[in-house]
């Protein structure tokens, strides 16, 4: 059972706009920044949006993320069959890190 | 380039002992905090543990405090995972992954490859 709830899948077709939602408590996403990986298969995680909304270089504008109160939403516009991929949320928690389980998204 | 590279798993027996590396190329290693995370095949990410810049503070999932130690030697811009007393659920891929400041509480911003550790006898 993971400390933050993400739903174990989502999809959606190509063009569409697709949210993965992750809900946590206090002590985790309500006081501390969310961060967001993209896990393609066979692959190791990737660093998709970090403190609630941020984007590295290089990941597109077509995903974003948010944050209220105990809990985050990562929101992908225009999707496309590459987004096909395990999303992970994770915040830290009083002196460790917590992960969702993990939403595997399928395009359609 | 950043590039993180894994070694060190392998099998080993209930009660076994393990140490993993994980050396760092393509930054100033001392001035990044480091993470270990594993993942059960099939399954979820599972952070393990952390250590800031100097080596100086390390953090532990419960699951793993008293059995795992984490360090650095800064002068070989290397990582380790000593992982001691090992159980069969501590079987998974492990991820070294580099943190985007010198504190451990940001992001993962670079991951290796990862290392498989099997617990089995």
């Known amino acids: 059972q993971s400390v933050l709830t993400q739903p174990p899948s989502a999809s959606g077709t190509p063009g569409q706009r697709v949210t993965i939602s992750c809900s946590g408590g206090s002590s985790n996403i309500g006081g501390n920044y969310v961060y967001w990986y993209q896990q393609l298969p066979g692959t190791a995680p990737k660093l998709l949006i970090y403190r609630n909304n941020q984007r590295p270089s290089g990941v597109p504008d077509r995903f974003s993320g948010s944050k209220s109160g105990t809990s985050a939403s990562l929101a992908i516009s225009g999707l496309r069959s590459e987004d096909e991929a395990t999303y992970y949320c994770a915040a830290w928690d009083d002196s460790l890190w917590v992960f969702g389980g993990g939403t595997k998204l399928t395009v359609l | 380039e950043v590039q993180l590279l894994e070694s060190g798993g392998g099998l080993v027996q209930p009660g076994g002992s393990l140490r993993l590396s994980c050396a760092a190329s393509g930054f100033t290693f001392s001035t990044y905090a480091m993470t270990w995370v594993r993942q059960t095949p099939g399954k979820g990410l599972e952070w393990v543990s952390g250590i800031i810049g100097s080596g100086g503070i390390t953090y532990y999932a419960d699951s793993v405090k008293g059995r795992f130690t984490v360090s650095r030697d800064n002068s070989k811009n290397t990582l380790y995972l000593q992982m001691d007393s090992l159980r069969a659920e501590d079987t998974a891929l492990y991820y070294c992954?580099?943190?985007?400041?010198?504190?451990?509480?940001?992001?993962?911003?670079?991951w290796g490859q990862g290392t498989m550790v099997t617990v089995s006898s």
């Open positions: 992954a580099k943190i985007y400041s010198y504190a451990v509480n940001d992001a993962f911003d670079i």
